[in-house]
């Protein structure tokens, strides 16, 4: 019988909160042998509303931005063990691009 679940995919912030739902999908990928995606949505500062091109170096940003989320992440891959996981850093609007991630990659669950 095959396994309801065997794609999660986990958007995180790096928050206390996001780690919860992290260990917890782990638990729930051991138990039904799936494989965890980690995902971390850089959004872009313009987008956000919070700065103008006139005033600062969005790309300067965005590459700062981009920097930070990866050391993050690989210092949460880290602290993992046990399942196959595998991560990603995006930029877009964050829920449109988790739920274009979800759909590209067939994920089971988020």
């Given amino acids: 019988m095959r396994p309801a679940f065997t794609q999660i995919l986990v958007?995180?912030?790096f928050s206390n909160g996001s780690r919860l739902a992290v260990d917890y999908a782990l638990e729930l990928a051991r138990r039904l042998g799936a494989t965890v995606h980690l995902l971390h949505v850089v959004e872009d500062p313009s987008v956000a509303?919070?700065?103008?091109?006139?005033?600062?170096?969005?790309?300067?940003?965005?590459?700062?931005?981009?920097?930070?989320?990866?050391?993050?992440?690989?210092g949460l891959l880290n602290d993992l063990h046990g399942t196959t996981i595998t991560d990603e850093i995006a930029s877009g609007p964050v829920a449109q691009t988790i739920a274009g991630i979800a759909a590209d990659r067939g994920v089971d669950f988020i």
């Avoid at 600062?56 to 920097?67: F, G, M, P, Y």
């Fill in 11 to 13: 958007p995180t912030d």
């Fill in 49 to 74: 509303g919070m700065f103008t091109e006139a005033y600062v170096d969005l790309a300067l940003i965005r590459k700062e931005r981009r920097c930070d989320a990866r050391h993050r992440m690989n």
